[in-house]
């Protein structure tokens, strides 16, 4: 069964940054596709970043050039690096892997970046 745990939420000021990690198990991780995804408060889910197990990575417009995505395959964990954060960042930031017709979620971490 699929788990993905994420770490490393917490509360930064503007500019600040925060590295996010999601551990990852009961999956082929580095033939694995992973992505992050933010849901803020009274908001729908959206998609912030992709790396490929080929480690090609996309980004959202919102987050490109501030936030970083990587993997470690030894590791099973995928990071997101977030830079110069801004207030509108602020949301839980969840992990995913789609592997066919299925999508696993890890519990999410709320990262809060206060003005």
């Known amino acids: 069964q699929v788990q993905l745990v994420e770490s490393g939420g917490g509360l930064v000021q503007a500019g600040g940054s925060l590295r996010l990690s999601c551990a990852a198990s009961?999956?082929?991780?580095?033939?694995?596709?992973m992505a992050w995804y933010r849901q803020a408060p009274g908001k729908q889910r959206e998609w912030v970043a992709s790396?490929?197990?080929?480690?090609?990575?996309n980004y959202a417009d919102s987050v490109k050039g501030r936030f970083t995505i990587s993997r470690d395959n030894a590791k099973n964990t995928v990071y997101l690096q977030m830079n110069s954060l801004k207030p509108e960042d602020t949301a839980v930031y969840y992990c995913?892997?789609?592997?066919?017709?299925?999508?696993?979620w890890g519990q999410g971490t709320q990262v809060t970046v206060s003005s």
């Open positions: 995913s892997t789609t592997r066919g017709p299925f999508t696993s």
């Open positions: 009961g999956i082929s991780f580095s033939t694995s596709a």
């Open positions: 790396i490929s197990s080929g480690l090609s990575t």
